[in-house]
Antibody
């Protein structure tokens, strides 16, 4: 079955760029939306943004100025860049697959998450 | 963009029925999906669309919608159902994804 695995540095310095990659195994990019979702310690889920197979991206308005999500179909990967990070960006970062079917969505596959700490 | 509002915490006696709600304008246009997150784990999909479940989710979990409110019902709550529950939908105005703030369920 399809599995997702996040990778990237667990520690990022303030003002630098957080870069994570999600590798898709057991399946292809297909007609899905590939999402980044984060969860600050003790807090709820926050959608960061997504990309589809047409390289169309959508971002959370609160993060849009700092976020770039890209897709590498040759490697079956998608990536997150979040620049100018602060301590408020410390969180568990999940990559996830989302299905859009008209009047409903479902995030049906989640990675295990990768913890990123922003600290000098 | 719109928001989804959930009660922060709910409790239920073992074996009883509990309803977790999610309110938001987007729910008039889109069905909610529901996720369970146990401590230290990634969320997992519980219920989506009108009332569909992945094959591995027990049928004691069900979903419904009325107006701008979506509900997740657990019929006969088990100790292992103690977790955080999140609703999710899409915002019609800007086509963005939104999550509720989460509800912490305690099974007494």
């Amino acid at each position: 079955q399809v599995q997702l695995q996040e990778s990237g540095p667990g520690l990022v310095k303030p003002s630098e760029t957080l870069s994570l990659t999600c590798t898709i195994s057991g399946g292809s990019i297909g007609s899905f939306y590939w999402n980044w979702i984060r969860q600050s310690p003790g807090k709820g889920l926050e959608w960061i943004g997504d990309i589809n197979s047409g390289w169309i991206t959508k971002y959370n308005p609160s993060l849009k100025s700092r976020v770039t999500i890209s897709l590498d179909t040759s490697k079956n990967q998608f990536s997150l860049n979040l620049n100018s990070v602060t301590a408020a960006d410390t969180a568990m970062y999940y990559c996830a697959r989302r299905v859009e079917m008209g009047i409903y969505d479902a995030v049906d596959i989640w990675g295990q998450g990768t913890k990123v700490t922003v600290s000098s | 963009s719109s928001e989804l509002t959930q009660d922060p915490a709910v409790s239920v006696a073992l074996g009883q029925t509990v309803r977790i709600t999610c309110q938001g304008d987007s729910l008039r246009d889109y069905y909610a999906s529901w996720y369970q997150q146990k401590s230290g784990q990634a969320p997992q999909l519980l219920v989506y669309a009108k009332n569909n479940r992945p094959s591995w989710i027990p049928d004691r979990f069900s979903g419904s919608r009325s107006g701008n409110t979506a509900s997740l019902t657990i019929t006969g709550a088990q100790a292992e159902d103690e977790a955080d529950y999140y609703c999710h939908s899409r915002d019609k105005s800007d086509d963005h994804v939104v999550f509720g703030g989460g509800t912490k369920l305690t099974v007494l």
